[in-house]
Nanobody, 126 residues
Framework: QVQLVESGGGLVQAGGSLRLSCAAS????????MGWFRQAPGKEREFVAA????????LSSDSVKGRFTISRDNGKNTVYLQMNSLKPEDTAVYYC???????????????????WGQGTQVTVSS
C-alpha cells in the first residue's frame, strides 16, 4: 500500500484560500488515482475531488465546483487541493486517498480507495 500524509490545513476567513498537499510514499505514485474527501462533525465522509493517474481527468463535487481544483505532480509524488472562495460550510477534516483500480465516476466512492491519510483540519470562520 501507499502511505499518505496531508498538510496545509488551518484556520482561514470566509473568502480566503488554502492549498492542501498530500505526499505519497511506499509505492509507485502514478499507479494510483487520487481523491480528496472531507468529514465535518456529525456528518458522513463526503467526496470532494478526484484525479486520474496521469492527471488528465478530474472530477469534483457540485459543492466545490468552480472553487476547488485538484492537481498532481507525479515527479513529486504529491497531490494538491487548491481551495478558493472558502465558505464556513467547507469546515471539515480533509483526507486524501489513493485508489489502485478505480476510474471514472467510481472515484466518487470512498470504499473504492485503498489507502487513506490521517487528515488535516480546515476551519473557515465567518
Amino acid at each position: 500500500q501507499v502511505q499518505l500524509v496531508e498538510s496545509g490545513g488551518g484556520l482561514v476567513q470566509a473568502g480566503g484560500s488554502l492549498r492542501l498537499s498530500c505526499a505519497a510514499s511506499g509505492r509507485t505514485f502514478s499507479d494510483y488515482a487520487m481523491g480528496w474527501f472531507r468529514q465535518a462533525p456529525g456528518k458522513e465522509r463526503e467526496f470532494v475531488a478526484a484525479i486520474s493517474r496521469s492527471g488528465g481527468y478530474t472530477l469534483s463535487s457540485d459543492s466545490v465546483k468552480g472553487r476547488f481544483t485538484i492537481s498532481r505532480d507525479n515527479g513529486k509524488n504529491t497531490v494538491y487541493l487548491q481551495m478558493n472562495s472558502l465558505k464556513p460550510e467547507d469546515t471539515a477534516v480533509y483526507y486524501c486517498a489513493a485508489d489502485l483500480d478505480g476510474r471514472g465516476g467510481r472515484l466518487r466512492i470512498a470504499v473504492e480507495y485503498d489507502s487513506w491519510g490521517q487528515g488535516t483540519q480546515v476551519t473557515v470562520s465567518s
